[in-house]
T-cell receptor
Framework: GQQLNQSPQSMFIQEGEDVSMNCTSS?????WLWYKQDPGEGPVLLIA?????ELTSNGRLTAQFGITRKDSFLNISASIPSDVGIYFC?????????????FGGGTRLMVKP | DAMVIQNPRYQVTQFGKPVTLSCSQT?????MYWYQQKSSQAPKLLFH???????NEADTPDNFQSRRPNTSFCFLDIRSPGLGDAAMYLC?????????????FGPGTRLTVL
């Protein structure tokens, strides 16, 4: 099946630093979604991307749908303590007839005040 | 506010004792999903309903069943929970399979099996 390779697996940064994480696949994806999950809660959608090359911002967050349709990145600028959580990329592979979401393994972000 | 609600948030059951988890939504989405999430891992899709049509993932154990009596409600039944079934169970909804805003997740139910 399709796999999404998400990196890094974890990050420990200082408050105020910028953060970058990405997802790559050997398959082409039609959509890319970025979710954040706080401990004990369900994932919350941050940004949805639907076109190759699309660059979308949501406050301090910016995400891009790669031109090759095989990758996406999420940047967080000027991190704050409440950015702590697990970030998941997810997408709909173009060759998945069922159109189910495929998830990356997650990036655990820790922010030191 | 439109949302996805899961009850209970925490459920404790005994090994082998059937348990039902519930999900309701006020989004009027036609697709509802059940995911299993183990510690620090990505959610794993168990099954989904597209309207009334039930779609099981190939590797979902027979121990897991689901019911969707109407658009708003969906239930996850675990017939004989084992220790390995302890996990967070997430319900999600979407408008169509590739919804314009992705899948909306509920807060989850954390299941403990004693």
């Amino acid at each position: 099946g399709q796999q999404l390779n998400q990196s890094p697996q974890s990050m420990f940064i200082q408050e105020g630093e910028d953060v970058s994480m990405n997802c790559t696949s050997s398959s082409i994806f039609n959509t890319w979604l970025w979710y954040k999950q706080d401990p004990g809660e369900g994932p919350v959608l941050l940004i949805a991307l639907y076109k190759a090359g699309e660059l979308t911002s949501n406050g301090r967050l910016t995400a891009q749908f790669g031109i090759t349709r095989k990758d996406s990145f999420l940047n967080i600028s000027a991190s704050i303590p409440s950015d702590v959580g697990i970030y998941f990329c997810a997408g709909h592979p173009s060759n998945n007839a069922g159109n189910m979401l495929t998830f990356g393994g997650g990036t655990r972000l820790m922010v030191k005040p | 506010d439109a949302m996805v609600i899961q009850n209970p948030r925490y459920q404790v059951t005994q090994f082998g004792k059937p348990v039902t988890l519930s999900c309701s939504q006020t989004l009027n989405h036609n697709v509802m999903y059940w995911y299993q999430q183990k510690s620090s891992q990505a959610p794993k899709l168990l099954f989904h309903y597209y309207d009334k049509d039930f779609n099981n993932e190939a590797d979902t154990p027979d121990n897991f069943q689901s019911r969707r009596p109407n658009t708003s409600f969906c239930f996850l039944d675990i017939r004989s929970p084992g220790l390995g079934d302890a996990a967070m169970y997430l319900c999600a909804t979407s408008r169509g399979l590739v919804g314009p805003r992705g899948q909306f997740f509920g807060p989850g139910t954390r299941l403990t099996v004693l």
